[in-house]
């Protein structure tokens, strides 16, 4: 067991401070509460990690009252965090990870725009090389459903809305330009049935492209792969 503060960590070049444990501590086991007071990171969370015998699960509950990630050294962008999270994951990788993630009260901020959800949540499942991934939220469901890699399916799904983008605000000369330069892809064996519904999408798309509007309640359905 560990009861005890370590004074300060260093991990991809930032120096953590304030750092509170309590529980069992081992190389491949955490079961107990930490807790952060950084100047860019603060939480408190109860819970278990075990990476015993390729368990690979994660179960924890708590609260992330700031996290700057830019100052952090994750992103070049600054990105601040706050959320209430409830976690329950298995896997070592995207491609094997099951569980649900349920964020309450997720505020983000990105370059001074501010985007807040009443509740977020994030389900994976996996059965028998079949996935649904599901992305549920105050403004938009996302849900998407077949036999898929999720990392070359998040590639193709950059791409995806991309043409969306252009579709819903792109003129017909826009539209011709963009897949004039488009390269040639080798496809990828794969099926993804999805869904779009987008109950009110402005307030993310004021992130990425302030000039859109997208009519509430839009709903999108089809596949790819």
């Known amino acids: 067991d560990f009861d005890g503060t370590i004074n ?3 991990y991809n070049k930032y120096n953590y401070k304030s750092i509170r444990i309590d529980g069992k501590l081992s190389k491949e086991l955490f079961d107990g509460r930490v807790a952060v007071k950084d100047t860019n990171l603060t ?19 708590g609260k992330l009252a700031r996290a700057n990630l830019k100052n952090l050294n994750f992103t070049k962008e600054d990105i601040r965090i706050s959320t ?17 993630a349920n964020f309450l009260n997720f505020y983000l901020t990105l370059d001074k725009k501010n985007l807040v959800l009443d509740s977020l949540q994030v389900i994976s499942q996996l059965n ?14 996302l849900n998407f459903a ?4 999720p990392s ?16 819903f605000t792109g003129d017909e000369a826009t539209r011709q330009a ?16 999805y869904q779009f519904y987008l109950k009110n999408i402005d307030p993310i798309l004021a992130f ?3 000039e859109g509007h997208i009519s509430k309640k839009t709903l999108i359905e089809g596949n790819f792969g």
């Open 8 to 10: 300060q960590f260093t």
């Open 43 to 61: 939480f408190d969370l109860f819970g278990k990690v075990d990476l015993r015998d390729g368990k690979n699960q994660v179960d924890l509950l």
């Open 84 to 100: 209430i999270l409830d976690v329950q994951l298995k896997g070592s990788k995207l491609e094997d990870l099951v569980g649900r």
């Open 128 to 141: 028998e090389g079949n996935r649904r991934l599901a992305v549920l939220s105050d403004l938009v469901n």
């Open 146 to 149: 077949g036999q898929f890699n």
């Open 152 to 167: 070359q399916a998040l590639k193709d799904l950059k791409v995806l809305v991309e043409e969306y983008k252009i579709y």
């Open 178 to 193: 963009y897949y004039a330069k488009k390269p040639a892809i080798i496809p990828q064996i794969y099926k993804i049935d």
């Open 208 to 210: 990425v492209y302030p």
